[in-house]
């Protein structure tokens, strides 16, 4: 679901160039950017599923941050090395170094720090809220988040 909406994002469609007899492909590519944020919240219920019962860390969210600092720079290298064309900008390496959404993009890497540092806090949630609650408190969160992030595409 993540790989197809972030293929219809950022793949080869050129959405201005559709033309009304086309209208099922943006149909599709729509469908398929409203499936990304189902497949992330997918991913986030089953990543604290398995960190519920845990103690907190503070090695979890470093190792996180460092992991996507080294292969971001591994990356980066790459393309610098394989692409002779491609300049190299102190700007890029800043973006790189900083796992952050601003400057360089990885809202994702940021949004699951803010998960494992709220993790202590969640638990005691989920250990005190009665099934219902949490059910409740669950689904009407996730509603509130597609509806908003369904919006945005139309």
């Not at 189902?38 to 960190?51: P, R, S």
């Not at 360089?104 to 890497?109: I, K, L, P, Q, R």
């Amino acid at each position: 679901m993540i790989v197809l909406c972030h293929f219809c994002a950022h793949g080869t469609l050129d959405i201005t160039n559709v033309n009304a007899a086309q209208g099922h492909i943006m149909e599709v590519n729509l469908f398929f950017l409203f499936l990304g944020p189902i497949g992330v919240t997918l991913f986030v219920l089953i990543g604290a599923y398995f960190l519920c019962e845990k103690k907190f860390n503070f090695r979890r969210p470093i190792s996180l941050v460092l992991q996507t600092v080294f292969y971001s720079f591994i990356l980066y290298l790459f393309f610098l090395l394989k692409d002779n064309h491609l300049p190299f900008q102190a700007e890029s390496l800043k973006t790189l170094l900083l796992p952050f959404p601003e400057p360089s993009g990885y809202w994702f890497v940021e949004a699951y720090l803010v998960l494992l540092i709220l993790m202590p806090l969640l638990n005691l949630l989920i250990q005190n809220l009665t099934r219902y609650q949490l059910f409740t408190t669950i689904i009407g969160g996730d509603s509130l988040r597609l509806n908003t992030r369904f919006t945005y595409y139309f």
